[in-house]
């Protein structure tokens, strides 16, 4: 994979209402993470959403359910390293789905490259109040590490970022700032989702992460 070219801001959502309301802003690459609904309901969201960011020209990634992303003709799957353990990858790979991964310490990475990723997710980056972490916060210097390790793919950084630390995210060697509650826990999460473009175009025209 030499193709960095990934979309510098990230969104993570964990249903088809949220993709509805903050898709439609300009979102240009999302992932659905859906957790605990029985299998009807996440063919229902998992179909909606593909159409949904088809016709906004925006980029689906499925979280976890890749068998159901493989039957529905979605392209693109994430998968943690628990998943990981369950998946056909090579299924994935004569499908044509690009597949991204999560990694939280070297075993992780060398694990994860192996399977050949569209890109490699590090996190997180600072305390995150989303759920409680195992892992110590990583920093700029583990993205910086991880730049240097994983060749030209492309390289998501995610867990406690903000507008205002993108520039340091991607000056370490980041492409893409992944975001989950500093948005759908905002009080204004359409308004917040706007910063949150607008801060990553301005870092893409200052060279950040380049």
Known sequence: MTDRSLSRFYLIVGSYDWLARLVPLGVKLVQLRIKDKAEPEL???IAAAR??????TCQLIVNDYWQLAMELGCDFVHLGQEDLQDADVPALAKAGIRLGLSTHDHAELERALHHDPAYVALGPIYPTVL???????????RITEWRGLI???PLVAIGGLTPERLYAV????AD????VSDILLNPDPEARTREWLARTAETAGSGAGA
């Open 43 to 45: 063919r229902r969201e």
């Open 51 to 56: 159409d949904l960011c088809a016709a906004h």
């Open 131 to 141: 759920k409680k972490m195992p892992w110590a916060p990583q920093g700029l210097d």
């Open 151 to 153: 060749g030209q793919r």
């Open 170 to 173: 991607f000056a370490a060697g």
């Open 176 to 179: 893409s700032a992944a975001v």
